[in-house]
């Protein structure tokens, strides 16, 4: 069955790094754009970035650019997510999504599956 298992979340101090990995399997990998959304209590997932099937393009959400930088390795099935220069409203649930098809890669909707989440905490 399809599987995305996000790691590499935790506490962090504000100005820290994470990488965060999402390792996907039981569907063809290069089939697929890859999103990393994010969502904090009491609000709605939120898209933070994306990236199409060969990783030669990337979308950001305006609050990430220049400190997130998502990229995927398609011959391990993996995508990442390095965040640099964190602040304490980055401080959330991520979750990796896998995306078939030509829908907007902003859209939570359009997405064919999720993973668990890995929790994000950046204290000040």
């Known amino acids: 069955q399809v599987q995305l298992v996000e790691s590499g979340g935790g506490l962090v101090q504000a100005g820290d790094s994470l990488r965060l990995s999402c390792a996907v399997s039981g569907l063809t990998f290069n089939n697929y754009r890859m999103g990393w959304f994010r969502q904090s209590p009491g609000k709605e997932r939120e898209f933070v970035a994306g990236i199409n099937w060969s990783g030669s393009y990337t979308y950001y959400t305006d609050s990430v650019k220049g400190r997130f930088t998502m990229s995927r390795d398609n011959a391990k099935n993996f995508v990442y997510l390095q965040m640099n220069s964190l602040k304490p409203e980055d401080t959330a649930a991520y979750y990796c999504?896998?995306?078939?098809?030509?829908?907007?890669?902003?859209?939570?909707?359009?997405?064919?599956?999720w993973g668990q989440g890995t929790q994000v905490t950046v204290s000040s």
């Open positions: 999504g896998a995306l078939s098809g030509y829908g907007f890669i902003k859209t939570m909707a359009n997405y064919n599956y």
